[in-house]
Structure formats: structure tokens, C-alpha cells
Nanobody, 125 residues
Framework: EVHLVESGGGLVQAGGSLRLSCAAS????????IGWFRQAPGKEREGVSC????????YYADSVKGRFTISSDNAKNTVYLQMNSLKPEDTAVYYC??????????????????WGQGTLVTVSS
């Protein structure tokens, strides 16, 4: 069973930066994708970014391109999301998620099987 634990959320002013971490364990298959969704109050959960375990390819939502960077440290089984130039509209609970890479392509949260507990990011104006 895949187990994901997020950390790194908090309160930051607009224009500031935060780094989220997701410690992962329990993978029994190759070619998985691991990344982040977020959910703001009253809104649907949306995909933010993911990274492929097989070749390191990265994917981003248009709303975060150029500001967020996803990376992985395979020795620590940890994925990071560096968030720069944060905006108030980035305020949300950020969830780490993982599954076979092919399940990420539709950016449908219902297609992914493993989730962390979520970490709150609040960006003040």
C-alpha cells in the first residue's frame, strides 16, 4: 500500500515562497507518477503538478507554470514542490497523490488511488 505524508504548508505573504514535501513509501510498481492537487474552499480539486518516476518528466497546470517547480529525491523517496511568487489565489489545501503514470494524464483526481492527508497553504494579500 502506498503511503504519502505531506509537510511544509503555512502562511505566507503574496510574492513569497514555500516548499512542500511529500514522503512516499510502499510502491510496488514501476512508472508511477507522484505530484500535487489542491482544493480551495468551495472549489473542485485541481491538478497542480506531477513528476514521472521513470524518466523524471514534469507536468504543470497552466496557472502555476513558471512559478512552481516539482522535483524528487529518490534516495529519500521524497517529492518537493517549490512554490515561488505565490498569489492569494494559490490558497488551498495541497494534497500529494500517486498512481500509475498513465492515470495522471487526464488530471482527474478520481483516477488516482493514493493520497496524503493534505497541508494548508494560505497566501495573504
Amino acid at each position: 500500500e502506498v503511503h504519502l505524508v505531506e509537510s511544509g504548508g503555512g502562511l505566507v505573504q503574496a510574492g513569497g515562497s514555500l516548499r512542500l514535501s511529500c514522503a512516499a513509501s510502499g510502491f510496488t510498481f514501476d512508472d508511477y507518477g507522484i505530484g500535487w492537487f489542491r482544493q480551495a474552499p468551495g472549489k473542485e480539486r485541481e491538478g497542480v503538478s506531477c513528476i514521472s518516476s521513470s524518466d523524471g518528466s514534469t507536468y504543470y497546470a497552466d496557472s502555476v507554470k513558471g512559478r512552481f517547480t516539482i522535483s524528487s529525491d529518490n534516495a529519500k523517496n521524497t517529492v518537493y514542490l517549490q512554490m515561488n511568487s505565490l498569489k492569494p489565489e494559490d490558497t488551498a489545501v495541497y494534497y500529494c497523490a500517486a498512481d500509475h503514470m498513465v492515470r495522471w494524464y487526464a488530471w482527474n483526481p478520481n483516477a488516482l488511488g493514493a493520497w496524503g492527508q493534505g497541508t494548508l497553504v494560505t497566501v495573504s494579500s
